[in-house]
């Protein structure tokens, strides 16, 4: 008897242009991650990535933030969407919104997210023009799990780009970002094989 093997099931979530998903979608396309995406949401309407997500034949849903009065309200019906999936994970590709406890305990060690800097180092927003600030030679990405301390959890994995004498934000955000394409695809499959579903 062949033997079925269970792919672990992903959501994603996104807000806006979702490069980190394509690259996730084309690793699975390319046999390079064994996983099944079974959404992309956003909570964004107009998200260029759900576009490319439906165009690729992936579920997609849009709970927009601004039709609920709270934070908590938007995560509640955000959590609701992606139960329907009981996914394995939930993957946070440029999903620009900050989690409430509750969301992010509900989900706890399903929950990951990349953040644009070398963690511990630069949580929170302009990483890229605040490593150039600091005379940083080496900046990059990291894949985390997501704890309800913003930017805090555990590291999966991380890539590393040198900080060029010329660089600008935009030039450095730009290497760190081809480096990010190929790290949550890696940082996906180590936490499959790590954690065996
Ligand atoms: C990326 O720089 C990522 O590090 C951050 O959001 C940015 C946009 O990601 N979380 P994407 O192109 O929407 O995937």
């Known amino acids: 008897m062949a033997e079925t093997i269970n792919k672990p099931t992903i959501v994603i979530l996104i807000s806006g242009r979702g490069s980190n998903m394509v690259s996730i979608l084309d690793a699975i396309n390319a046999g390079k991650l064994p996983a099944t995406v079974a959404a992309v949401i956003s909570n964004r309407p107009n998200a260029a990535g759900i576009k490319v997500a439906q165009q690729a034949n992936i579920p997609t849903a849009v709970i927009d933030h601004k039709s609920y009065n709270s934070r908590e309200l938007f995560d509640q019906a955000m959590a609701k ?62 894949v985390h799990m997501v704890t309800p301390e913003l930017d805090g959890g555990p590291v999966v994995l991380q890539a590393r780009v040198p900080v060029l004498e010329n660089d600008t934000a935009e030039t450095l955000a730009a290497r760190v970002l081809k480096q990010e394409h190929k790290l949550y695809p890696a940082a996906i499959k180590k936490l499959i094989e790590d954690t065996g579903n």
Do not use: C, W, Y
């Open 81 to 142: 969407e992606i139960d329907k999936h009981s996914p394995n994970l939930i993957v946070l590709a440029g999903f620009m919104r900050i989690l409430t406890t509750e969301f992010v305990e509900h989900f706890s060690g399903r929950l990951i997210n990349i953040h644009p800097a070398l963690l511990p180092n630069f949580k929170g927003l302009n990483t890229h023009q605040r490593a150039i600030d600091a005379g940083e030679k080496e900046h990059g990405a990291s």
